[in-house]
């Protein structure tokens, strides 16, 4: 089970080419669900401009994007083992969150 702030390789195959990984935003303290919410990581190309809704976070020492406007939910199955997690970055990340949902 992945737990927040986890990174996990994208697993559609075709949507991982602009996608290529998911972090997960659900807190682990909401379990025994069959879904998770999580943000994909673009590739650093796919946008232009960083800003509050968008920081920059390193995967293998690329720079990606965490597409804070793009959240789904995903069974929880799908998702593979971690690949990285970004819980040095929860300020940011839920900084972005914020800026989304409440605008500031």
Known sequence: M??????????DAEDAVRRPFLVVLQSDLVSGLRSTVVAPLLVREAIVGAS??????????TEMWFATHELFAIEQRL???PVANLESQRDALSAALDFLFLGY
């Open 2 to 11: 992945s737990r927040q702030f986890d990174v996990v390789r994208n697993p």
């Open 79 to 81: 998702l593979g083992k």
């Open 52 to 61: 509050r809704l968008h920081p920059v976070v390193k995967i293998d020492d």
